[in-house]
DNA sequence: CGATGGCTTGAGATGTTTCAACCCACGTGG
DNA sequence: CCACGTGGGTTGAAACATCTCAAGCCATCG
């Protein structure tokens, strides 16, 4: 991805589907589609965005020529795997308040270091789809913003978000359980 | 791994830590070490295992000179990030007789691939740990089997398995919520 | 035989979902 | 330019699933 927001989602046998992820420039997306020939979720772009498709022959041609690249390939595809372990995490055994503060940490991060804001976010994606990917519904998610807004820690108007007490959101995260 | 059986966990700062899979003979584990040098969980036997160390750098070397290896690695390293995909639609949108049911599914299917019975199993992991797994609280996972055993879906004896109605787990999981 | 770790079961507490109503911002067409 | 429709967001109350805590059971091992 050159720039933009994407997300990306697996779609279940019974036509209900789940947010996977969400990217931003600079990131990678496709590395479902390696292990069968076919891609395993849908990435949609939440806002207009530019990529640049790189086939998979080429890259690991390339990177068979060139061992730096091919290094850095596998450990992005590691990353990934390690990012999912995270989710993982986020998913099995942290409640709604907790899950929303380990997000928005994560949000805030990779747009701090891309030069944004750390305190200061435009959510690109719906209620909904923050949900999907957190494993809550999107009363929850709203009911949860509405939360940390009270306890002073988030100043929510629609997608606009400040994080005014960043430790607040760390504390809950570690918070085990 | 050779033989035997494995659980990977991943550890929270907060010192709680969740159980990421389950392997068996045949699988390869580890590739979350490769985007840092270092692993971000832990592999712990469930029982005597066999394992043949392949170091990395070997792996590298060796690919980047016979390109089917190459083709082969990038291939597993992505259908674990597919697997991992279907673990967090598990952890996001199932409720506790689905996961369970997900899992055993997932189970059998792996073994019976290794010519073991489809129907019968003996699990080697502990409650705790598959609720760990699955998101859920060891007493959970009992009552779960204990539910799947008065429908007549199961037999279970402590961790001894049976499976009456392949059919109806099936039904179970593909049952939208 | 007693101790231990794992498993089961019950009852009540808790957190999340469900369903429903309503609000708000935005864009469109009359 | 305003009314209206729409999609997204908020909020409440009750239903529901899972968790928590507690007790007791079972198999295994020294």
Redesign the pocket.
């Known amino acids: 991805m050159r720039t933009g927001f994407f997300k990306t989602c697996v779609g279940a046998e019974d036509g209900s589907d789940q947010v996977t992820g969400f990217q931003m420039a600079g990131e990678l997306l496709g590395f479902d589609g390696i292990g069968t020939e076919r891609h395993a979720c849908d990435a949609v772009a939440l806002e207009d965005s530019q990529v640049c498709v790189i086939p998979f022959d080429t890259l690991e041609t390339l990177s068979q020529e060139f061992q730096p690249l091919q290094r850095q390939f596998h450990k992005i595809m590691s990353r990934e795997i390690v990012r999912e372990h995270g989710v993982m995490l986020l998913l099995g055994s942290m409640?709604?308040?907790q899950r929303l503060a380990a997000f928005l940490l994560n949000l805030t991060k990779r747009l701090h270091s891309r030069g944004f804001s750390s305190t200061e976010l435009v959510?690109r994606m719906?209620?909904?789809e923050m949900?999907s990917y957190l494993?809550?519904?999107?009363?929850?998610?709203?009911?949860t913003?509405?939360k940390l807004q009270e306890e002073g820690i988030l100043e929510?108007k629609?997608?606009q978000v400040r994080v005014l007490d960043e430790a607040a959101l760390q504390r809950l995260v570690n918070s085990g359980?």
């Open positions: 409640r709604a308040e959510l719906t209620r909904e949900g494993g809550l519904k999107l009363e929850t998610v709203s009911r913003f509405g929510v629609q997608r359980c």
